[in-house]
């Protein structure tokens, strides 16, 4: 398993931007699958996008296409998710999950992964 770390949350304001980083330690995660998810207060845990581990194939929701960005950096052991134009719906608290196996297609489903980070709280005022 590895231990994942995720930073960069903050609140802005509506139609701003923020990278959200996840840092891996205790291994490697360039074989595996990444994913964000969020969770906003009494709502379900939704994904987001995730990353293939060669970083050639990304999957968004619906909700986020074309507003987020996720990449990777394996040599860094790192995979960031790029948000831009911000809304109020998008607080939440992200996280990012590591797959552990990097079965191809990258899944969408949370299920799919193993390892977890604790979470950074994103707000997006109106």
């Known amino acids: ?19 959200l980083s996840c840092a891996a330690s205790g291994g490697t995660i360039s074989s595996y699958s990444m994913g964000w ?13 995730v990353i293939s581990w060669r970083g050639g194939n990304t999957y968004y929701a619906d909700s986020v ?9 394996n040599a860094k052991n790192t995979v960031y998710l790029q948000m831009n134009s911000l ?6 608290v992200y996280y990012c999950a590591a797959d552990g196996s990097g079965i191809l297609p990258a899944r969408m489903d949370g299920r ?13 005022s109106s």
């Not at 998810?37 to 987001?48: D, I, Y």
């Not at 296409?65 to 950096?73: A, C, E, H, S």
């Open 87 to 92: 809304k109020p719906e998008d607080t939440a």
């Open 1 to 19: 398993q590895v231990q994942l770390v995720e930073s960069g949350g903050g609140l802005v304001q509506a139609g701003e931007s923020l990278r």
């Open 37 to 49: 998810f969020r969770q906003a207060p009494g709502k379900e845990r939704e994904s987001v996008g």
């Open 65 to 73: 296409k074309g507003r987020f960005l996720i990449f990777r950096d």
């Open 112 to 124: 799919a992964y193993r390892d977890w980070g604790q979470g950074t709280q994103v707000t997006v």
